[in-house]
Nanobody, 123 residues
C-alpha cells in the first residue's frame, strides 16, 4: 500500500522559510516523478514543483521559481520542498504526489497523493 505523508507546515511571517517533507512508503520503481501541489480556499489545486526520480530534472511554477527548491533523498524515500521568502499568497494546503508518467505539472498524471499540510503566511 502506497503512503505519502507530508510534514513541516505551519504558521510563519512573510519573508520566513519553511521546509516541507514528504515521506513515501510502498512505492515501487514504477513511479517516475514526485511533485508538490497546493490548494488555497476557493481556488483550484495548482502545481508548485516536481522532480524526476533520479533528481536530474526539476520543474517549478513561475510563481515560486527562485524561492522554492525541490529535492529528493532516494535512500530515505523522502522529497523536500524548501520554501524561502514566503509570501501571504503562498498560504495553502500543500500536497505531495507521486506519478508514473512524464507530465510533471498535470495533477491528473499523478497516481498517489498525501493528505496535505497547511502552510499559512501572515503579512
Amino acid at each position: 500500500q502506497v503512503q505519502l505523508v507530508e510534514s513541516g507546515g505551519g504558521l510563519v511571517q512573510a519573508g520566513d522559510s519553511l521546509r516541507l517533507s514528504c515521506a513515501a512508503s510502498g512505492l515501487t520503481f514504477s513511479w517516475y516523478k514526485m511533485g508538490w501541489f497546493r490548494q488555497a480556499p476557493g481556488k483550484e489545486r495548482e502545481f508548485v514543483a516536481a522532480i524526476r526520480r533520479n533528481g536530474d530534472v526539476t520543474l517549478y511554477a513561475d510563481s515560486v521559481k527562485g524561492r522554492f527548491t525541490i529535492s529528493g533523498d532516494n535512500a530515505e524515500n523522502t522529497v523536500y520542498l524548501q520554501m524561502n521568502t514566503l509570501k501571504p499568497e503562498d498560504s495553502a494546503v500543500y500536497y505531495c504526489a507521486a506519478g508514473a508518467l512524464t507530465d510533471f505539472s498535470n495533477a491528473r498524471k499523478y497516481d498517489y497523493w498525501g493528505q496535505g499540510t497547511q502552510v499559512t503566511v501572515s503579512s
